[in-house]
């Protein structure tokens, strides 16, 4: 992948649905401590990292 806004589209995207199903993961009772937590954010975070080093252009 060469195009820089692509790779970091797709890197948002894998992060944004790490954080969904971490959300409606195994608390989805609707209930209190529902949400999102810290450790789904840092996993989101690092999925989005290793998408964006994992796409980049290979070298020449």
Known sequence: ???RGLRTSIAVLVGLAVIY???T???SNG???SG???GVVLIAVLAAL???YLTRPAAK
């Open 36 to 38: 999102v937590s810290g």
């Open 25 to 27: 993961g195994h608390r």
């Open 1 to 3: 992948m060469r195009d």
């Open 50 to 52: 290793l998408v964006y």
């Open 31 to 33: 209930g209190e401590g």
């Open 21 to 23: 199903f971490g959300a």
